[in-house]
């Protein structure tokens, strides 16, 4: 195992603290299949269109939860694993955002109705999480074992950064195409699919046969792009801790929060113009810092400066807070322009 891939040197968590105790596995796992079962229970079972007040309210109790969590890591494990924890969970969020871009698109493409969506999304994200949980063992594995795996995983992120800045230069918007994933063409391959939708139903029966309607479709369309996204986002955890608890944890609580603020951020999106350099500059960041990590690791740069998982978190922050205002500040530019000119054109008319 890589002797730096918790960042920080020397650790501050003792040998103890650092293991964790398969009850507090067994706990978790509760925790999120019943957050998952009392949301599908107590709202989502029913179809309707989530009010700003509902998307707010579950939203902040998730984000409570996920503090509630990473306080009780800090005070059980010790300050190191609690700042990979929030470390973690802040990559997982910001780049949640930007697949709500795509989500949004799919959803278009396959015409779901409003009140549908919520569904669509809470099914998507819980095939999205188990699928994620196989990566995150996997990527263990391979880190344990294949120490220059992380000279991989942070060239993959370098890569990724800088298709987030082509993608930020030439303004381009997703398109249609993402419905049209793997998982999609595998189904509409293997099953009979309905063109029409009927209520909420994911299978329906006509003249004796089965089909599947296009809410099931899109679902399968859901889930099968957010799990292409953790091929950006599971590496970039391991940037910073290596313990599969933290991860899973920090992705269950990222992608809970997840259909609350699609409905939330539908209408801002397009205010935040610098998105997708603010997410190329944290990729990029993590990128680097896994690389280095790599170097340490076969004594290469020795005495090279180090991020600790204090400094770690601060630099992720501040990305997300100057990416933020920024892009307010230059919609909010913007919007006065395109107003004068409307003002001006109106004027001479």
């Not at 596995?25 to 309707?48: E, N, Q, T, Y």
Request: with cysteine; charged share 15%; glycine share 8%.
């Amino acid at each position: 195992m890589l002797s730096y891939a918790t960042g920080v040197l020397p650790l501050t968590s003792t040998p103890d603290q650092m293991s964790v105790h398969m009850a507090e596995w067994i706990l978790l796992f509760v925790v999120v299949i019943g957050i998952f079962a009392f949301d599908l229970l107590s709202h989502v079972r029913k179809p309707h269109e989530p009010s700003m007040k509902e998307s707010a309210g579950f939203l902040l109790f998730y984000i409570f939860l996920a503090v509630c969590l990473g306080g009780y890591l800090w005070w059980r494990h010790g300050d190191t694993f609690g700042l990979q924890f929030f470390s973690v969970w802040g990559v997982e969020y910001s780049l949640s955002v930007d697949n709500i871009f795509v989500f949004i698109i799919i959803m278009g493409s396959f015409a779901v109705p409003r009140a549908l969506q919520q569904k669509v999304l809470f099914w998507g994200i819980v095939i999205a999480l188990c699928l994620r949980f196989l990566f995150i063992l996997l990527g263990k594995v391979i880190v344990e074992s294949l120490a220059w795996s992380f000279f991989l995983f942070g060239a993959f992120l370098l890569w990724t950064a800088f298709s987030q800045v082509k993608e930020g230069l030439s303004n381009s918007e997703p398109t249609g195409e993402e419905a049209d994933n793997f998982f999609v063409r595998l189904a509409r391959r293997t099953l009979p699919v309905a063109e029409d939708y009927h209520g909420d139903h994911y299978i329906v029966k006509r003249g004796g046969k089965r089909y599947i309607t296009p809410l099931l479709l899109c679902i399968i369309a859901i889930g099968g792009i957010d799990l292409m996204f953790a091929l950006d986002s599971i590496p970039a955890s391991f940037g910073f801790t290596t313990e599969p608890f933290i991860i899973f944890a920090a992705n269950a609580f990222a992608l809970m929060g997840l259909r609350q603020m699609f409905f939330l951020v539908d209408g801002l999106l397009e205010r935040l113009v610098y998105l997708h350099f603010g997410l190329a500059a944290i990729l990029a960041f993590i990128g680097f810092k896994l690389i280095f990590e790599a170097l340490h690791h076969y004594d290469i740069a020795a005495g090279f400066f180090e991020f600790t998982p204090l400094s770690s978190l601060l630099v992720i922050v501040v990305i997300i807070v100057v990416t933020v205002v920024a892009s307010l500040l230059r919609s909010r530019s913007l919007a006065r322009k395109k107003k004068n000119d409307d003002d001006a054109a109106g004027g001479a008319n």
